[in-house]
């Protein structure tokens, strides 16, 4: 009987970490090789020549060694267990966060801000926007397409910073796109230090022990909003049983 149970345990585990490279190698393409990817109209014959195999192949190892080259800097500052790669935003996942901090205002801090595509549209609604990216190549593209989007760094600015060791206090709105197995470790630094009224905002990847207060959107592209007085009251019920 024991044994039977290890064998179901391994392999759904192995089926859990297939799904997650699955999700990853997903969001990895989205933006780099959207084109190949996502238009319908392209069908292949299965008589493809080969010099078109081979540069379609070539194509795509250029494509996620450019990705490599943003994902890796920075990654030494992190415990391995809290690292998690550089994984763009699609467009259909930020208009989604921003309808779910509609008539909310004030301090916005997104963790792992990448090249900085949510900050600046968190900009254009009105938040005061902070993004940490400990790449330090990204923070950089980040605050030059800020400067040419004539965006002052008083109301975006980009801090080449781990946010694991910053205290997040300050900030009534956070916007979170990690990896799943970070999620809890950042769902009790976040219980630790937000205010009451701050909402946290998670992309793809949920807070596995929180209950969330809306969520929008599905699949890859579903996201989910939590209300900080809500999870601390739940959590405190929970200790309580």
């Known amino acids: 009987m024991r044994v039977c149970c290890l064998q179901e345990w391994h392999v759904s585990l192995v089926q859990t970490h297939i799904k997650y490279i699955y999700l990853q190698k997903c969001s990895i393409m989205e933006d780099s090789v959207e084109v190949i990817l996502q238009d319908k109209r ?12 081979a540069a379609s192949g070539a194509l795509l190892v ?10 890796l800097p920075g990654f030494w500052k992190v415990p391995r267990c809290l690292k998690v790669p550089y994984l763009p935003s699609c467009r259909t996942q930020i208009q989604n966060v921003m309808k779910l901090l509609q008539g909310r205002a004030g301090c916005l801090a997104d963790l792992g801000s990448g090249d900085g595509r949510l900050v600046f549209a968190a900009t254009v609604e009105g938040f005061q926007c902070t993004g940490f990216e400990i790449n330090s190549i990204l923070t950089g593209y980040a605050r030059i397409k800020a400067c040419w989007k004539g965006i002052p760094p008083s109301t975006a600015s980009f801090v080449n910073q781990d946010f694991w060791k910053t205290d997040l206090s300050k900030y009534n709105n956070v916007t979170v796109f990690l990896a799943p197995g970070v999620m809890e470790v950042l769902g009790k630094k976040l219980e630790r230090e937000l205010p009451d009224e701050a ?4 992309c793809r990847f949920p807070f596995p022990d929180w ?13 989910w909003a939590y209300d900080m007085s809500t999870v601390r009251k739940l959590s405190t019920q929970a200790i309580s049983r």
């Open 62 to 71: 250029g494509c996620y060694g450019l990705w490599t080259l943003f994902a």
């Open 42 to 53: 392209c069908k292949f014959s299965h008589h493809t020549k080969p010099g078109v195999t």
């Open 211 to 223: 209950t969330h207060t809306v969520t929008e959107g599905e699949g890859l592209d579903q996201i």
């Open 199 to 202: 909402c946290v905002i998670a």
